[in-house]
């Protein structure tokens, strides 16, 4: 049932009905189950004690507001580079416009902090990490361990340093990590593990999840909303803009220049001098390594901002949609998601309170078809096994699933869940007896079996 409040008031109010689309309908919802994380050597995720995904949902005819404590499904950290912060309740309320617009004049560039959220609440930064040069000093500025930089904090400095590489120590195998205590990505929330060309082993110890993992036979989901309203999505769409083509990567704009000593941005532009490029300050320490290069005539490459406006299966009518962008290895690409500008009219989403009238989207009624739930892509592996099996489901998983492991007499041995916005299950079967064994995946409508063998 559909309540309608006005939450500034807390007054009861008479109903109104407003049209639902994706940036309603796509937020992952929970309100029962607390999310985990990982100490240091310890495989075992433990209870964090916080709500997990989004907490509600409302919308008015204009705006979508949503109450998420920030933390994920997926575990998070551990984070090995010293961060002392952990995944903290955010009890945020964000706001988004449900009619996004492109800035009409010079375009806003992305902020340190939030730029966007993921629909499971997590929050998205962008390349940067508070980091940077000063030509005065010749020396790393921001951050912790350095001096601040002239201007302080989130000051325009020539040569910003990129996250990606330079925190790589730091996040968890999600490529994840908090900053006083908001847990955020920086980049596309797909486990390293699941990588072609795997650069971090922090999920050897710890589970390889995040909030999707990537299908390259099949457009990607939509994972989130920039401040601007616009949504995010994975990273594979349509090869063409009008729906058609096939599937393909989208492929970022932005390549790297060619110097070895940073007396201009790689644009050209003339700056203070940077450090010269060597094994520490390497092509792709700072993000002014990187300049635009335009692909006329190639759609499945991005704009400045790192999107296009294109048909996806979520806006059939079309939508301007960034694309979290990652190489041929599907290691991350620069700028990673959003930026390094906005390409719609930007507004600080995180809001204290409701002031309109809204609706609350009841979230409890929406269902995997039997159609969508055939056609989850379901990995086992290894098959046969002797030790630990693995189940991961690619793509996104909108709803709870349990997973099952059953023997020939049809009893259940062992049971795992994968909720809405994970991506995976183990078993340990190394005490088990050799033999065929059932892997039995259902929500609460459907299921589906699958059958392993154990050696």
Same mark, same amino acid.
């Given at each position: 049932?559909?309540?309608?409040?006005?939450?500034?008031?807390?007054?009861?109010?008479?109903?109104?009905?407003?049209?639902?689309? =994706?940036?309603?309908?796509?937020?992952?919802?929970?309100?029962?189950?607390?999310?985990?994380?990982?100490?240091?050597?310890?495989?075992?995720?433990?209870?964090?004690?916080?709500?997990?995904?989004?907490?509600?949902?409302?919308?008015?005819?204009?705006?979508?507001?949503?109450?998420?404590?920030?933390?994920?499904?997926?575990?998070?950290? =551990?984070?090995?580079?010293?961060? =002392?912060?952990?995944?903290?309740?955010?009890?945020?309320?964000?706001?988004?416009?449900?009619?996004?617009?492109?800035?009409?004049?010079?375009?806003?560039?992305?902020?340190?902090?939030?730029?966007?959220?993921?629909?499971?609440?997590?929050?998205?930064?962008?390349?940067?990490?508070?980091?940077?040069?000063?030509?005065?000093?010749?020396?790393?500025?921001?951050?912790?361990?350095?001096?601040?930089?002239?201007?302080?904090?989130?000051?325009?400095?020539?040569?910003?340093?990129?996250?990606?590489?330079?925190?790589?120590?730091?996040?968890?195998?999600?490529?994840?990590?908090?900053?006083?205590?908001?847990?955020?990505?920086?980049?596309?929330?797909?486990?390293?593990?699941?990588?072609?060309?795997?650069?971090?082993?922090?999920?050897?110890?710890?589970?390889?999840?995040?909030?999707?993992?990537?299908?390259?036979?099949?457009?990607?989901?939509?994972?989130?909303?920039?401040?601007?309203?616009? =949504?995010?999505?994975?990273?594979?769409?349509?090869?063409?803009?009008?729906?058609?083509?096939?599937?393909?990567?989208?492929?970022?704009?932005?390549?790297?220049?060619?110097?070895?000593?940073?007396?201009?941005?790689?644009?050209?532009?003339?700056?203070?001098?940077?450090?010269?490029?060597?094994?520490?300050?390497?092509?792709?320490?700072?993000?002014?390594?990187?300049?635009?290069?335009?692909?006329?005539?190639?759609?499945?490459?991005?704009?400045?901002?790192?999107?296009?406006?294109?048909?996806?299966?979520?806006?059939?009518?079309?939508?301007?949609?960034?694309?979290?962008?990652?190489?041929?290895?599907?290691?991350?690409?620069?700028?990673?998601?959003?930026?390094?500008?906005?390409?719609?009219?930007?507004?600080?989403?995180?809001?204290?309170?409701?002031?309109?009238?809204?609706?609350?989207?009841?979230?409890?009624?929406?269902?995997?078809?039997?159609?969508?739930?055939?056609?989850?892509?379901?990995?086992?592996?290894?098959?046969?096994?002797?030790?630990?099996?693995?189940?991961?489901?690619?793509?996104?998983?909108?709803?709870?699933?349990?997973?099952?492991?059953?023997?020939?007499?049809?009893?259940?041995?062992?049971?795992?869940?994968?909720?809405?916005?994970?991506?995976?299950?183990?078993?340990?079967?190394?005490?088990?007896?050799?033999?065929?064994?059932?892997?039995?995946?259902?929500?609460?409508?459907?299921?589906?079996?699958?059958?392993?063998?154990?050696?």
């Amino acid at each position: 049932m559909k309540s309608i409040i006005l939450l500034a008031l807390g007054t009861l109010v008479s109903a109104h009905s407003f049209a639902q689309g =994706p940036e309603i309908t796509s937020w992952l919802q929970n309100t029962t189950n607390n999310g985990t994380y990982y100490v240091s050597g310890n495989s075992t995720a433990l209870d964090n004690g916080i709500l997990y995904n989004c907490q509600e949902v409302s919308y008015s005819a204009n705006n979508v507001y949503v109450k998420t404590k920030g933390v994920p499904a997926y575990p998070t950290g =551990p984070f090995l580079d010293g961060n =002392p912060s952990v995944a903290e309740d955010q009890d945020a309320i964000f706001q988004f416009t449900r009619n996004p617009q492109e800035e009409a004049g010079v375009k806003t560039p992305t902020t340190a902090g939030r730029i966007g959220v993921f629909i499971n609440g997590a929050a998205l930064f962008d390349y940067r990490d508070g980091v940077a040069w000063n030509p005065t000093t010749n020396s790393p500025c921001g951050g912790p361990g350095n001096p601040p930089c002239p201007g302080g904090p989130g000051a325009n400095m020539d040569w910003n340093r990129d996250a990606i590489p330079a925190e790589m120590d730091g996040f968890d195998c999600s490529k994840g990590h908090p900053a006083m205590g908001t847990y955020h990505h920086h980049q596309n929330p797909s486990a390293f593990k699941l990588d072609q060309n795997v650069l971090s082993t922090i999920c050897n110890l710890y589970d390889a999840d995040g909030l999707y993992a990537i299908d390259a036979a099949n457009h990607s989901p939509l994972i989130g909303f920039a401040y601007d309203g616009f =949504p995010i999505y994975g990273a594979y769409g349509f090869a063409n803009q009008d729906g058609t083509g096939g599937i393909t990567r989208m492929k970022s704009g932005y390549e790297l220049g060619n110097y070895s000593a940073r007396t201009h941005n790689a644009d050209g532009t003339d700056v203070d001098d940077g450090p010269n490029v060597d094994a520490t300050y390497f092509l792709g320490y700072f993000r002014e390594d990187y300049t635009f290069v335009a692909h006329p005539g190639q759609e499945d490459y991005l704009d400045e901002h790192n999107g296009r406006w294109c048909i996806t299966p979520d806006y059939p009518m079309g939508t301007y949609a960034y694309f979290c962008t990652v190489d041929s290895d599907w290691n991350s690409a620069y700028p990673y998601a959003v930026g390094p500008t906005f390409y719609g009219v930007y507004n600080n989403a995180l809001t204290t309170n409701i002031t309109e009238t809204v609706e609350i989207y009841d979230s409890s009624s929406a269902s995997l078809s039997e159609e969508e739930f055939n056609n989850l892509n379901v990995k086992i592996y290894p098959n046969p096994i002797s030790d630990l099996i693995a189940i991961q489901i690619s793509g996104l998983v909108k709803e709870n699933l349990t997973v099952d492991l059953i023997d020939f007499t049809g009893k259940v041995v062992e049971n795992h869940h994968i909720n809405a916005g994970q991506t995976i299950a183990y078993f340990d079967v190394s005490t088990l007896y050799v033999g065929n064994y059932f892997i039995r995946i259902s929500n609460r409508d459907f299921q589906v079996v699958r059958k392993v063998l154990v050696k």
